[in-house]
């Protein structure tokens, strides 16, 4: 998901809008909810980044297990010709070394994102905190006034957890792309796990509508 926000964006004003509370005014449960709608947006981008990075270093690892699948045909094919074969032995050996660093800089990028979902489910119980909060003020019925405009607070709670659990399986993918990538052989089926890590789908248009839906509750995108 591309914001067309940065993270600065989300500080807000001091200005007003009727029937808008003014930044100063926001506390309580509201505040929260509001930094937690500013740091999904900001554990997004960051994603975000990672992603591209790491798409980056899973394309050269594609490149060069094509050459390592490569030098193995010629390898086979100049057997018996003496006269090529250290200089096969060598660029194959450089050719694995290279292959293993790539997939040990994608195996910190992942490691990266795997706390970002960590980050982003304490985002998730604290939005469950706060329906607890109110739960223990209001009864079983909750807040009868929304906090920002028009959603209950359960709602932020559940855009919340689905937004995790999206990112919860994006991250499953990608763990699973990265044991898989540097040993496939088939051209195919790597040009599949290099279109599942760059397009993502389980982060789809619904998981940016969500996002986008909670900046716009919580005043963090004009109206």
Known sequence: IVSVFSPVDLQGSETTTPGRKSQTA???????????AADWHNL???WDRLNDEGSTMA?????????KSSQKEMQVMMAGQDTSASSNSENAFDNSRELEEECDKLLRVVDKMTRIVSKMEKLVSSEKGIIDLETF????GGRQTPLFQTWPTSQFADVSS???????QELTLKRAILQELAHTTNPDLS????????????????AKLLLEGLLLETGHRPT
């Open 26 to 36: 926001v506390t309580g449960s509201a505040r929260k909810v509001k930094d937690n």
């Open 44 to 46: 997004i981008l960051k």
């Open 59 to 67: 394309n050269k690892m594609v490149n060069l297990g094509f050459n």
């Open 137 to 140: 003020q209001y009864g079983t």
């Open 162 to 168: 689905e937004l995790y659990e999206a990112y919860k």
């Open 191 to 206: 040009m599949v796990y290099l279109s599942c890590w760059l397009y993502q789908p389980y982060t789809d248009d619904r």
